[in-house]
Each structure stands twice: as structure tokens, then as C-alpha cells.
């Protein structure tokens, strides 16, 4: 039996073919694993092929697999399928090498002589290269082949650099250094970011096992040593996120840690597939029954996704050591099972309520509204654990656009002291006084701390510092402890910048960064991307993040901005797009930011002949033959084909509620970030089309 690797080019032609050619296909595969010359695969070298290594089986009478070998490891590596002829002419243009410089294994297209033609779109013949100040051995260190070099010279604008990816002239892996070096990065930067051991000799350019074994080449390729194996890859095949992971993924996944790690990343670079399988490593690796993984994140929607995602990639075994929540059902649990007395205040009415009646000890000569009082509870009071006048005097205000005097912190304080009160009187606690209960329990007998082996945070922008001090009050500081992926970009729950450093969570020397966006084409990326232009955005732990170097590989249309005059007409012009398109209505989504619109757009469109299912709380599965719609926070951490956000009018975007319920300028500005926040995370669930529609008097922002 044969080792046959499969490589992530070979699943995107799979998934072009019909059904039963899928199915033959498989079928064909698992022979030549048994027998490569069996005799119905008609296993052959043909002439036409540069590459020697290159060879083709029969699937059916029009359908060929192309394959690699290396007849010393007895490696297959099935690299592409098509019908007879495409599959030739794809062939007969391609070359597999290891790169030795970077010892990854590269598919790439070569000419006649190896001579690549230009694939500029110069404006001008004689203008200059976006790489004429970096030497063809600095290509040819960042992983360019050697056969490629005379394209990259002929790159002036940044379509040809993206023009060479899509017709495979340069290897993937070759891109992302390109990319950086176009986006502004030094050489040695670039050189840093993609080169996993700097300074190492060169490759051995033979040694195909080895190349496959190597992070950079499991990015694109899988390999199956047996039948079992083989039939896993197989059946995981129309998920890459399941086999193919990025290098710099796959090195934050695996392996041990000297303390707690913080990955960010714009949305859709991976950063929840790499901490599903960082979850993943280590239950292999770490995990015992007693000692299980703690996979938390901010939202039960988002938990209930993940669990099903992690069942996909885990052993039976494996998922059973790893326990999935989103955090405020944890600490609920938990402090049950301390005999804790006190319910969560969930209800937005009685919060209104209870802080009304609190407000009426506001000092008549103090001018300051509700939404102040409910500002400086929830950004000053509660994130700093204050219980007393006297700690709400020596408080830090910093980033507060109202200041106080001593004098008028005192005066004020009562309000503040009768919201808590009232809060106790009826038996209810607000979910970070939940948390710092249950630290405080922890950190007063430890023997109560939970048995986990490590912790696992997805959306850490949404959690606030009681959140974090109680992560990390929950297991002592050591390897494997903690493993934190976020983005600031996406904050939309109005949480409070959190300094990961003051919450006892020490990542320094444990950063990084993705830059990959796998999901979104990059014009609509662009697009999300331009909603944030001018928004300062944190790195969760003091500083500050941005998008440079955020890029995505695939492209797409320009998303389709348009107005109408009606709700009506809005809803139809949604119908008729779908219905022209290729998807399933269940591959779509309309989008909307408030839960009433979503109600009126939903009503509106089933009105004119299409079915909807809303996506809420108890709803997350995915209906055939039904639009999606979905409030903006709903969509969080899901995709689609084609994404409408919708309703995007004065009044709606931004909520106008939420806008003028800022208490002063500072909570403006965070507020109107919120808002465009909830806009870009909608517009980036789109996989291939996004619409920006509205009706009536369109947003201020559009």
C-alpha cells in the first residue's frame, strides 16, 4: 500500500465536478492506494507533460486525475482532476518542486523554456516594477522559483502580482512575502514573516517525504499512509479548514507553549480554526479525563458552533476531553454548585428600571444624565471592582469624556450605591460581579479552581478585564495555560478595552498575528475595511492594532451598493438576485441591525414568494431552499455565499437609540465604532457576493 498526499488544488477541481464524478473519483483513488497498476486506472506518463514526475489515471471515460510521483519515498501526490482535456492542458503547464530555499513543495506554471510570459497590465512598457529594489536572490530567498522570477520583474501594479496568483505562476506561499514587500514591509521583515527557519542551508530538492512533512507544505498539502486515512481525507475533503491549515495556523496549534498565547487577526483569517485546533492538540497531547480542555467564548450561538466544528476535526476520544461555552454559562454553573444565591440580570427592562429608581439620588445640582451614571458603572465602576466611596475617589477615569471633581465623585456616589443595592434586594448580579464572585471564591480556597489543562478563548475583544482576571484565577500560570484569539476590529457588545497585562495574563514574547483572510474576497474586504477608516483599534493588551498587511487571495465583484424607494422594493430586488444566482437560498443571508427590521424584512419578503428562516437563539441550523435573515450580531462567527446587508438607512445604521444614548464625546466616538463594527463583521460573512442596500433615506456612512 502506497502513501498518497493530496494537495488543497486537487479538492477545489473535486468540488467542480458532478456528484457522481466526485464519487468515482474516490472510488478510483482508493484503488491505486491498493494497486497503482491496476488495470482499469490506466496509470501513465505522457509526453506531453514537462515535468516527468507528472502522471494520470482514468476516473471514467472523460475524467483524469493528475498526479506526482516520488518513486524513491513510493509517494503519490494527487495534485489536480478535470475532464480529459483540461486536465491535459493543466498538466502540460505545471512543474512540482521543492523550493530550496524554504523547503516547501511548490505546483507552479512554467512556458515553453520555462520562459513565463509578462502578465502585466503596464500602463506604461517602460514604468517602474513594483520589485525593482529587491535582488532576484532575495526572491529567490522568500521562496520565488527560480523559473518565476522573469514574471515578478515584470510586476508594475498590484493587479499583477494578483493576476500571477490566480494563474498559478507563482506559488501561494511565494505571494505572501510579495504581498508584504508591496504593502510597504522591509525585506527582512517579509523574510521573517514567511521564512520559518532563517538561516538554514538549503533543502535536499529530492526529498518529497520530508517536503510534506513540513509546515509550510501542509498548508496546501495531506497525506494519507493507509486506507483509513485515506477515507478520512476523502470525507473531510469539501471542508479545507479540516486539513489544510496555514503554517503560521498550524505552529499556534501545535505543540507546547511557555505560557499564555494572544493571536490576532483581522475576520476570516482562521483565527477560530486555529484555536479549535490548538483545543484539538491538546486533548491529544495534554488532556485527561480528569484534566479536560476549557473552550469558552463570549456568546452560546458562537458555543453551539464551535462544538459542532470540533466534533468534525476530533476523535470521539479526543472531544470528550474537551468541554465547549461561551463564559457566562460556565461561571453560572459553577457558582451553583458553590451554593451562590444570586441570578444574572438578563432583562434589559428590569436593568431600565432598577437604574431609574437609582438615578433619583442624583444631587439635584449635578447635570448629569442616565446615560452617564450607566457609562461610569459599566467602564470605571465595574472593571475596577469598586464597592466603596472611597475606592470610587482614587479611581483611574482615563478615557471618560466627563471629568469629575472629588467633590463631585462623592456627591454622585449614592446613585451607584442604590443601583447595587436594589440589584442585592431583589437578588440579582450582573455578570461581572458574577465573575469576580467567582474568582473571589477561587483565589480563597483554590481547591475550589476548576481542573482544566488549558484554557481556550475565542472573541476576546468582547470580554471585559473581570472576564479575564477570572480566566486566569482559573488555572495557575504555566504551559498550555492560556490560548486567546480576537480581533478589536470586531467589538460589538460595547465591552471595555481590556489590558490583558493587568489582568495577570503575561503574553509578551507570545503574540502574533494573521494576516490571511481565507473567507471574504478582498473587494469586499476593502470595503468592511474602509467602515473602520479612522477608528482606533487595541491589541487587547495596551497597544494598538491595524490592518496592514490584511489581504485576502481571492477576488470577486465590487459589492453592490443601491437604494430604493420602498421596503418592497428593497425585498425584491433581494429575490430577484437570488433567484438568477447558482446558490441555494440556505447559502444566503439578509442581515439587518435590528431584531424588528429583521422581523419586517422577513414578513416583506415571504409576502413576495420566498421562504425565510430566521437565524436566533435556538435556531442556528441552516434550512434548504430558505433565505437566512439575521440580526448583525446574530451572524457573528457564521458565512455565507452571498450576504445582503440590508436596511441600511438613516435612522438604522447607525441606531440612532444607541447613537444618542452617549453620555458625552468620548462614548459618542466608541459608540459610533460599535456600529461600525457590527457593519463590518456583517459585510465579512460574505464567502463570494456582498450587497449594501437600503431604502428610503440611505446612511450617513454609505
Not at 279 to 294: C, M, Q
Not at 306 to 313: F, Q, T
Amino acid at each position: 500500500m502506497v502513501s498518497i498526499a493530496f494537495s488543497e488544488k486537487y479538492f477545489s477541481a473535486l468540488s467542480q465536478l458532478e456528484p457522481k464524478e466526485q464519487s468515482q473519483a474516490n472510488k478510483a483513488l482508493l484503488q491505486f492506494q491498493q494497486n497503482p497498476q491496476h488495470g482499469g486506472l490506466h496509470y501513465e506518463k505522457l509526453t506531453a507533460f514537462k515535468d516527468e514526475k507528472l502522471r494520470s489515471i482514468r476516473v471514467n471515460q472523460d475524467v483524469r486525475i493528475i498526479l506526482a510521483v516520488a518513486e524513491q519515498d513510493a509517494l503519490y501526490m494527487v495534485l489536480y482532476i478535470a475532464h480529459h482535456d483540461d486536465a491535459y492542458d493543466w498538466a502540460a503547464k505545471r512543474k512540482i518542486e521543492i523550493n530550496p530555499s524554504t523547503g516547501c513543495l511548490q505546483v507552479f506554471a512554467v512556458a515553453e523554456h520555462e520562459q513565463l510570459p509578462q502578465v502585466v497590465t503596464q500602463t506604461e512598457s517602460n514604468g517602474p516594477g513594483l520589485f525593482d529594489q529587491i535582488k532576484d536572490r532575495q526572491l529567490l530567498k522568500l521562496g520565488v522559483p527560480e523559473a518565476s522570477i522573469p514574471v515578478v520583474r515584470g510586476m508594475a501594479i498590484e493587479a499583477d502580482l494578483e493576476n500571477a496568483l490566480d494563474r498559478d505562476q507563482i506559488p501561494k506561499d511565494a505571494y505572501e512575502g510579495l504581498f508584504m514587500l508591496m504593502a510597504g514591509a522591509t525585506f527582512e521583515e517579509a523574510y521573517n514573516e514567511v521564512v520559518p527557519e532563517p538561516g538554514s542551508d538549503e533543502f535536499d530538492t529530492s526529498d518529497f517525504a520530508g517536503a510534506l512533512s513540513r509546515p509550510e507544505s501542509k498548508a496546501h498539502f495531506t497525506v494519507a499512509d493507509n486506507e483509513v486515512e485515506l477515507l478520512e481525507v476523502l470525507e473531510q475533503s469539501l471542508e479545507k479548514w479540516r486539513v489544510f491549515l496555514h503554517p503560521k495556523q498550524r505552529r499556534l496549534a501545535n505543540g507546547r507553549k511557555n505560557g499564555p498565547v494572544r493571536v490576532l487577526g483581522g475576520a476570516g483569517t482562521g483565527k477560530t480554526v486555529a484555536a479549535m485546533h490548538r483545543a484539538k492538540w491538546l486533548a491529544n497531547n495534554v488532556a485527561t479525563e480528569e484534566s479536560k480542555v476549557l473552550f469558552t467564548t463570549f456568546t452560546k450561538n458562537l458555543a453551539a458552533d464551535i462544538r459542532e466544528n470540533l466534533s468534525k476535526i476530533c476523535s470521539n476520544e479526543s472531544f470528550a476531553k474537551i468541554e465547549v461555552t461561551n463564559l457566562d454559562a460556565w461561571v453560572i454553573n459553577f457558582l451553583k454548585t458553590q451554593g451562590y444565591d444570586f441570578r444574572l440580570l438578563t432583562s434589559s427592562n428590569l436593568e431600565r428600571e432598577l437604574w431609574e429608581q437609582a438615578y433619583s439620588e442624583k444631587p439635584a445640582n449635578e447635570d448629569l444624565s442616565l446615560a452617564f451614571f450607566k457609562e461610569e458603572w459599566s467602564h470605571v465602576i465595574q472593571p475596577q471592582s469598586i464597592t466603596s466611596v472611597e475606592e470610587y475617589k482614587r479611581a483611574s477615569r482615563i478615557g471618560r469624556g466627563t471629568r469629575l471633581s472629588r467633590a463631585q465623585r462623592i456627591a454622585i456616589w449614592p446613585v451607584f450605591a442604590e443601583y447595587r443595592r436594589l440589584l442585592t434586594q431583589r437578588q440579582y448580579r450582573e455578570t461581572d460581579d458574577a465573575y469576580r464572585d467567582a474568582r473571589l471564591l477561587m483565589e480563597a480556597d483554590p481547591s475550589k479552581r476548576p481542573s482544566f489543562c488549558g484554557l481556550v478563548v475565542d472573541e476576546a475583544q468582547d470580554m471585559g478585564s473581570q472576564a479575564f482576571k477570572l480566566l486566569r484565577a482559573m488555572i495557575p500560570e504555566g504551559a498550555n495555560d492560556i490560548f486567546i484569539v480576537g480581533d478589536g476590529h470586531q467589538r460589538i457588545y460595547g465591552k471595555n478595552r481590556v489590558v490583558l497585562g493587568q489582568c495577570g495574563i503575561n503574553i509578551r514574547g507570545r503574540s502574533s498575528r494573521l494576516k490571511l483572510n481565507y473567507r471574504t474576497t478582498d473587494e469586499t474586504r476593502k470595503k468592511a475595511v474602509s467602515l473602520l477608516h479612522g477608528v482606533e483599534v487595541d491589541d487587547l493588551d495596551g497597544g494598538t492594532d491595524s490592518h496592514q498587511y490584511y489581504h485576502s487571495l481571492m477576488h470577486g465583484p465590487e459589492p453592490l451598493e443601491q437604494s430604493f424607494a420602498t421596503l418592497d422594493e428593497q425585498c425584491q430586488a433581494i429575490i430577484e438576485i437570488i433567484r438568477s444566482g447558482t446558490s441555494d437560498p440556505s447559502a444566503c443571508c439578509v442581515v439587518a441591525r435590528t431584531n424588528n427590521e429583521v422581523e419586517r424584512l422577513r414578513s416583506c419578503i415571504e409576502r413576495l414568494g420566498l421562504m425565510c428562516h430566521k437565524l436566533d437563539g435556538s435556531s442556528a441550523a441552516l434550512v434548504s431552499g430558505r433565505l437566512n435573515v439575521a440580526t448583525m450580531h446574530r451572524v457573528k462567527g457564521l458565512e455565507f455565499d452571498a450576504v445582503f446587508v440590508a436596511s441600511a438607512n438613516s435612522g438604522l445604521v447607525p441606531l440612532s437609540s444607541v447613537v444618542q444614548s452617549a453620555g458625552d464625546p468620548v462614548m459618542l466616538r466608541q459608540k459610533e465604532a460599535e456600529e461600525r463594527a457590527l457593519v463590518y463583521v456583517s459585510l465579512t460573512r460574505a464567502r463570494k457576493l456582498a450587497y449594501l442596500f437600503s431604502y428610503g433615506e440611505r446612511s450617513e456612512w454609505f
